[in-house]
């Protein structure tokens, strides 16, 4: 474990010895999503056996986690016109003709959402190098915007469902920090195998615990995740992109005594890897548990909002 009195240096080394910057050239706005490849997609597609599908999104509406900080807020849903307009006659169409409309107000990242590339900077500098007052602007990320990955991440997706290998009834304290020896160990439970492009599913089970007893702090507070130290296997394995069922993807309080989301600092803006929040793995957990099986088709699609840093998604996984 790095110095927890250090985290700046920490950082630093580890920026350096895990970037990726210039790997796929100067121009790059997709970082890791480029290894997954037509090849990785055929070998995923092949996976489907049962025909059966797992949406890994929580709900969006008002009983949702945010607690306003930095803004974020709980999605508003409106309704701008109604069966009661149409039951009185107030749309003003002929022949009986009435329908419904619906909007909606929201933070990109409220529920579940990828970060996107332009999403965190270290010391001033975005993905690939970058400075970030030239890719994030007032008219959102001119370089590495969201829309870029419409089309790109769907492939092979793998569960490690750490809460349930080394957790206490399917869940992990908050504060557990998984360690590359964790997920190591919980994909050798599984029998699975990581690997380039692969899209990885890490699930603690502190979903699963504040839907039982209240959302609390689950925005923001304590939590178990990936450790600082598992910023080495995320960038030897070449995955495409993790997620996780927290807030936050890597564990807090962060593993350094003065520190905000070290892990961010070195995965985004250098390893420019993906990284998924707030998903919601439990059913598909129970479906890998009951049929052994940890791997799966997964389309991940981003929202394609031009400019923007984040995306809500709708992750389907199917098996």
């Not at 996107?116 to 994030?136: E, K, S």
Request: hydrophobic letters at 40%; a negative charge.
């Amino acid at each position: 474990m790095p110095d927890r009195t250090d985290p700046e240096g920490a950082i630093a080394e580890a920026a350096a010895k895990y970037s990726n910057w210039g790997r796929w050239g100067d121009d790059d706005v997709l970082g890791t999503v480029n290894f997954i490849d037509g090849a990785k997609r055929r070998e995923a597609a092949a996976l489907v056996r049962h025909g059966v599908s797992f949406s890994l999104s929580q709900s969006f509406d008002t009983d949702g986690p945010q607690k306003g900080w930095r803004r974020r807020t709980n999605p508003v849903h409106t309704m701008t016109d109604t069966g009661t307009d149409a039951v009185h006659g107030d749309q003003g169409f002929p022949h009986g003709f009435g329908g419904a409309d619906d909007v909606i107000a929201m933070p990109l990242q409220c529920s579940t959402q990828w970060d996107g590339l332009g999403h965190i900077f270290d010391h001033g500098l975005a993905w690939n190098g970058r400075p970030a007052d030239r890719v994030v602007t007032s008219a959102g990320d001119l370089v590495t915007g969201i829309e870029h990955m419409a089309a790109a991440v769907a492939g092979r997706g793998v569960l490690l469902d750490v809460g349930r290998v080394l957790g206490d009834d399917g869940e992990l304290p908050d504060g557990f920090a998984v360690t590359e020896e964790h997920l190591v160990a919980t994909a050798e439970a599984h029998g699975v195998a990581i690997g380039r492009g692969d899209i990885v599913c890490v699930r603690t089970g502190q979903l699963t615990r504040a839907r039982r007893d209240g959302w609390g702090d689950y925005a923001g507070g304590p939590a178990p995740g990936l450790s600082f130290t598992a910023a080495g296997w995320l960038h030897r394995t070449e995955i495409a992109a993790v997620a996780t069922d927290t807030w936050g993807f890597e564990v807090r309080p962060n593993e350094f005594d003065h520190a905000f989301q070290p892990l961010h600092q070195v995965v985004i803006p250098h390893i420019g890897l993906l990284i998924g929040e707030m998903w919601d793995l439990d059913a598909l957990a129970a479906h890998c548990a009951a049929d052994g099986v940890y791997e799966f088709f997964l389309t991940a699609a981003p929202l394609p909002v031009t400019g923007a840093v984040g995306s809500p998604v709708n992750p389907i996984a199917i098996k």
